[in-house]
T-cell receptor
Framework: DQQVKQNSPSLSVQEGRISILNCDYTNSMFDYFLWYKKYPAEGPTFLISISSIKDKNEDGRFTVFLNKSAKHLSLHIVPSQPGDSAVYFCAAGYGGATNKLIFGTGTLLAVQP | DTAVSQTPKYLVTQMGNDKSIKCEQNLGHDTMYWYKQDSKKFLKIMFSYNNKELIINETVPNRFSPKSPDKAHLNLHINSLELGDSAVYFC????????????FGSGTRLTVV
């Protein structure tokens, strides 16, 4: 029963172009969504979040879009840099709190120089 | 000045043994977690503690016993280790409510042989 899904296991983009990572969820009770970035042999690092009352949140090169009707969110990275190469996890939580996050399986982003 | 530190980073042990993983955070967070990342890369919550009180116990076998001596520490003890326990275990911490999700440790790779 996978409530948070990242259907693309990997994505390759050229440096300077836009990277778009997608995430779908099934539970309409989720009201908080986050993206994490993970390098090998390290723990996930928080990147950006969005509350269900918003449809967009931006932080520098990173923008998260939320489409509640489609139960879909996406992370846009513009422009992509080689240092962005990592696994990106989407996560969702309940009740306005960040306890018990449900994670997707991750998308491996490779940014080619 | 590691924010969330886990020890050991690697642990190789035989089936049937008992082992512990330690976790400490210096962020002043009041909630700590254990997550397991299995071979399919799923990150699944196992336990969460808020101010030393067990909040979440996600259908984890009784062989796994978390202990939180204070809100800065959450240790994980595993009895009678099985092959299927091989995974990467991540400790994390957060405030009970907040916008920045969790801060993760770098993980402990447990291999049961």
């Amino acid at each position: 029963d996978q409530q948070v899904k990242q259907n693309s296991p990997s994505l390759s983009v050229q440096e300077g172009r836009i990277s778009i990572l997608n995430c779908d969820y099934t539970n309409s009770m989720f009201d908080y969504f986050l993206w994490y970035k993970k390098y090998p042999a390290e723990g996930p690092t928080f990147l950006i979040s969005i509350s269900s009352i918003k449809d967009k949140n931006e932080d520098g090169r990173f923008t998260v879009f939320l489409n509640k009707s489609a139960k879909h969110l996406s992370l846009h990275i513009v422009p992509s840099q080689p240092g962005d190469s990592a696994v990106y996890f989407c996560a969702a939580g309940y009740g306005g709190a960040t306890n018990k996050l449900i994670f997707g399986t991750g998308t491996l982003l490779a940014v080619q120089p | 000045d590691t924010a969330v530190s886990q020890t050991p980073k690697y642990l190789v042990t035989q089936m049937g043994n008992d082992k512990s993983i330690k976790c400490e955070q210096n962020l002043g967070h009041d909630t700590m977690y254990w997550y397991k990342q299995d071979s399919k890369k799923f990150l699944k919550i196992m336990f969460s503690y808020n101010n030393k009180e067990l909040i979440i116990n996600e259908t984890v076998p009784n062989r796994f016993s978390p202990k939180s001596p204070d809100k800065a520490h959450l240790n994980l003890h595993i009895n009678s280790l099985e092959l299927g326990d091989s995974a990467v275990y991540f400790c994390a911490s957060s405030f009970w409510t907040g916008e920045n999700g969790y801060t993760f440790g770098s993980g402990t790779r447990l291999t049961v042989v």
